[in-house]
């Protein structure tokens, strides 16, 4: 009877071509997970040791792992992996069923606290800085995410906490991840301004006429059957904060996603900027 061994392997590009070349049966590859992989290795944020071996059944067929070699492959990089041989096949229906482990995950085994909030907040924040662009969307890794948040533990805690006050606050209308997300971006501009201006849209504080219409099409959105998507909300945000900050005017607040170019938060022109009632 023959018996699975598990050995640690440094798998090099020609180890991982050799181990697909012998493999049956290949599976549908999905480019982005490739792409990721091949990322995470050429950038030294692959980590070994994870306990998860690449698998190969009895006759050679890869049963788990076929993304990563081809990431190895690829990005002509050797890696130290745990490989499992002399599976049965039998066990292929039971392999990957599981959740995947996410962000929210990583941080609560990495004992942060607000684990259930900080990471979608970080991943917002990282994409209004870097832009958004429509039909686009750019999936960080759960490194990648928790590196942002070591690098300045006490700014996500601080915006995390303020983002439970400000969600109660305006009851519920938006969520957790966009409140924090916008607030740490504009927070980034301005500190000061970015709390008036949060304080106005979710507690109602001394609201300007802007920010007013801002709280009017959110709330009408929240009660609507057909929503608005999020980036439609985003826009409709920062074109307010821009209008508060320029100190201008508009009739309606609208947010035109054939004719107008996706808006970036404007800075205040002076640090002498006053708080208006626009």
Same mark, same amino acid.
């Given at each position: 009877m023959e018996t699975i061994q598990?050995?640690?392997?440094?798998?090099?590009?020609s180890i991982a071509? $050799?181990?697909?070349? +012998?493999? /049956?049966? #290949?599976?549908?590859?999905?480019?982005?997970?490739?792409n990721r992989y091949i990322n995470d290795m050429k950038n030294g944020k692959w980590k070994e040791d994870t306990g998860e071996p690449i698998k190969i059944a009895k006759s050679g067929r890869i049963l788990d792992g076929?993304?990563?070699?081809?990431?190895?492959?690829?990005?002509?990089?050797?890696?130290?992996?745990?490989?499992?041989?002399?599976?049965?096949?039998?066990?292929?229906?039971v392999l990957d069923t599981g959740k995947s482990r996410n962000a929210s995950? $990583?941080?609560?085994? +990495?004992? /942060?606290? #607000?684990?259930?909030?900080?990471?979608s907040i970080i991943t917002m924040c990282y994409h209004l800085q870097n832009g958004i662009k429509k039909g686009t969307s750019i999936k960080l890794t759960n490194a990648e995410v928790l590196k942002m948040y070591y690098d300045d533990e006490m700014f996500w805690q601080k915006i995390s906490s303020q983002t439970n006050s400000y969600y109660e606050s305006f009851a519920r209308m938006i969520n957790p991840s966009l409140i924090g997300g916008i607030y740490s971006h504009l927070y980034r501009i301005s500190p000061e301004l970015s709390k008036n201006f949060m304080d106005q849209l979710c507690v109602g504080i001394n609201c300007s006429n802007i920010v007013n219409k801002l709280r009017n099409v959110l709330m009408k959105d929240k009660l609507a059957l057909r929503k608005i998507t999020?980036?439609?909300?985003?826009?409709?945000?920062?074109?307010?904060?821009?209008?508060?900050?320029?100190?201008?005017?508009?009739?309606?607040?609208?947010?035109?996603?054939?004719?107008?170019?996706?808006?970036?938060?404007?800075?205040?022109?002076?640090?002498l900027f006053t708080l208006t009632s626009n």
């Open positions: 598990i050995t640690k392997q440094l798998i090099t590009p071509k $050799a181990y697909l070349e +012998a493999n /049956i049966n #290949n599976r549908k590859v999905s480019e982005v997970t490739v076929q993304h990563r070699l081809l990431a190895l492959v690829k990005s002509q990089c050797s890696i130290y992996f745990h490989v499992a041989t002399g599976l049965d096949e039998s066990v292929f229906d995950d $990583a941080f609560q085994v +990495a004992g /942060i606290k #607000n684990s259930n909030t900080i990471p999020i980036n439609h909300k985003i826009a409709l945000i920062i074109k307010a904060w821009n209008i508060w900050i320029d100190g201008s005017n508009v009739k309606l607040l609208k947010f035109d996603t054939v004719q107008e170019e996706y808006p970036t938060a404007k800075k205040p022109k002076s640090e």
